[in-house]
């Protein structure tokens, strides 16, 4: 059986789009469950209020949501103030922060609700939940 290159090379870009895509907003969280990080969270400056987020949601303030480098969208995550012990649970629909040493990008909403805005930046542990 012969195959053409217009055919290969058809078959190589469904497999490299394929590769491409971003997780399901309802993706299998099973095998992040009970993952743990410790680091710095920040929150999302007011610009982005009502703008894209990477999950293709807009961005709401008030919701309380995040942005994760490499969690699936959609998985909910309980993020601890270690200096308080305050924690809420937020659900990840964006990607990010590329800042070092930040592990998690909180709503205002969520970072508020553990934290003082004014501060900027936490220290936080992150738990993935079930």
Same mark, same amino acid.
Request: proline residues 2%; positive net charge.
């Given at each position: 059986?012969?195959?053409?290159? +217009? =055919?290969?090379?058809?078959? &190589?870009?469904? @497999?490299? $789009?394929?590769?491409?895509?971003?997780?399901? *907003?309802?993706?299998? #969280?099973?095998?992040?469950?009970?993952?743990?990080?410790?680091?710095?969270?920040?929150?999302?400056?007011?610009?982005?209020?009502?703008? +894209? =987020?990477?999950?293709?949601? &807009?961005?709401? @303030?008030? $919701?309380?949501?995040?942005?994760?480098?490499? *969690?699936?969208?959609? #998985?909910?995550?309980?993020?601890?103030?270690?200096?308080?012990?305050?924690?809420?649970?937020?659900?990840?629909?964006?990607?990010?922060?590329?800042?070092?040493?930040?592990?998690?990008?909180?709503?205002?909403?969520?970072?508020?609700?553990?934290?003082?805005?004014?501060?900027?930046?936490?220290?936080?542990?992150?738990?993935?939940?079930?």
């Amino acid at each position: 059986m012969q195959v053409s290159i +217009k =055919t290969l090379f058809l078959l &190589l870009c469904i @497999a490299i $789009l394929a590769g491409c895509s971003s997780a399901p *907003l309802s993706g299998n #969280t099973g095998k992040w469950a009970g993952h743990k990080e410790s680091g710095q969270a920040s929150y999302y400056a007011d610009k982005f209020q009502n703008r +894209k =987020t990477a999950s293709g949601q &807009l961005y709401k @303030a008030n $919701l309380k949501t995040a942005a994760h480098r490499t *969690l699936p969208f959609g #998985t909910k995550v309980r993020v601890t103030n270690v200096k308080n012990g305050k924690s809420v649970v937020v659900r990840i629909n964006d990607r990010g922060p590329f800042v070092r040493g930040r592990i998690i990008d909180l709503s205002r909403s969520a970072f508020s609700s553990i934290g003082n805005t004014r501060d900027g930046l936490i220290n936080v542990r992150i738990e993935v939940l079930r």
